[in-house]
């Protein structure tokens, strides 16, 4: 197989162009703003436009580069920056790449009251970072052969900015309060698993013209995954915390500090943050499993202690 992977300066378009290398495949990378990723200076690296001139042919274009959601991006940058990538990435997939594999969200279904999540559900994003990928994900369906991967939380070594990363700093820190009895789920997959199945979807004739979840097979209560958490970093933090209103509360009065000045760094609770640990959410990965006949190997235990290493916890 030979590729050509967008956003290897990054958290997932890198993991997956080490991957892919590992494995013997070509690989070739975009060049973005940040420069070649960690590891990846061995690779050729060329604009959007260069790869689209060079001639070369590739077996799959994995376009991973996104701007990412988190703190402090303006809503609007969302629907510019990621719309705008994608489409410069399907015309170079267009002109020297054979498929399209977009890595895109479970952050289209948004947040729905009925569980577990699964493909045929609707669009329904809360926000604009979700909203963006699915206007990527339209404009996919209409191009070249493609696959749409949606990963759910993505986490382990390499994250600088993720949920996992802040919330073992803080839990290090003895700054994490679970909110109320920390019953609510989250349902992540460790970037290593990701990587591997985004690349054998890229290889397979099953995936063409389809989406999947990926993501672990069971969800987790956030109680549990502070436990680890707590197990992983060598700090306890009580199992039961303020409720989720009072929270919600004190993230309005860190937001208002913000607005005013008042805080020059990111704040440590949001009501975006607080949504992130305090709704509920489960999603089902059958089609996966159907189609690639695998799902992801390295579990919650695992995953966290090797990021807790990775961040210098332990």
């Known amino acids: 197989m ?26 070739g990378c975009v060049a973005g703003r940040s420069g070649p990723g960690a590891g990846l200076d061995d690779l050729p690296w060329k604009s959007f436009e260069d790869w689209s001139d060079s001639g070369e042919r590739f077996d799959a274009f994995i376009h991973a580069a996104a701007l990412r959601h988190r703190h402090g991006v303006k809503r609007e940058d969302y629907a510019r920056e990621n719309n705008a990538l994608t489409g410069r990435a399907l015309r170079t997939s267009e002109r020297c ?35 963006s990928k699915v206007v990527c994900e339209q404009a996919v369906r209409g191009a070249q052969p493609f696959t749409i991967v949606q990963p759910s939380i993505t986490y382990g070594p390499g994250d600088t900015n993720g949920m996992m990363d802040k919330i073992l700093r803080m839990v290090a820190r003895r700054f994490f309060v679970v909110p109320g009895l920390g019953r609510t ?38 109680g549990d995954l502070i436990r680890l958490s707590s197990r992983a970093v060598g700090r306890w933090i009580p199992p039961v915390g303020p409720p ?13 500090a913000e607005n005013l ?3 020059s760094r990111e704040p440590p609770l949001t009501r975006e943050k607080l949504a992130t640990i305090s709704v509920d959410r489960a999603y089902r990965i059958d089609h ?26 332990r």
């Open 185 to 222: 789920r989250v349902q992540l997959v460790y970037i290593d698993d990701l990587a591997r199945l985004t690349l054998d979807a890229a290889a397979s004739e099953a995936t063409k013209g389809e989406r999947f979840i990926c993501t672990y097979r069971n969800p987790i209560r956030v």
């Open 2 to 27: 030979r590729i050509l992977v967008s956003g290897a300066s990054g958290f997932i378009g890198g993991a997956i162009a080490r991957a892919a290398r590992s494995r013997g495949w070509g690989v």
């Open 244 to 256: 989720t209103r009072l929270l919600s509360a004190g993230a309005r009065v860190f937001e208002a």
């Open 288 to 313: 996966m499993r159907r189609l690639l006949g695998d799902e992801p190997a390295i579990g919650y235990h695992e995953g966290i202690e090797r990021t807790a290493r990775a961040l210098g916890l």
């Open 97 to 131: 790449c054979s498929r399209f594999v977009l890595v895109s969200s479970v952050a289209v279904y948004g947040w729905p009251q009925r569980l577990p999540v699964d493909e045929s559900f609707p669009n329904a994003p809360v926000a604009e970072y979700g909203q």
């Open 261 to 263: 000045g008042l805080i």
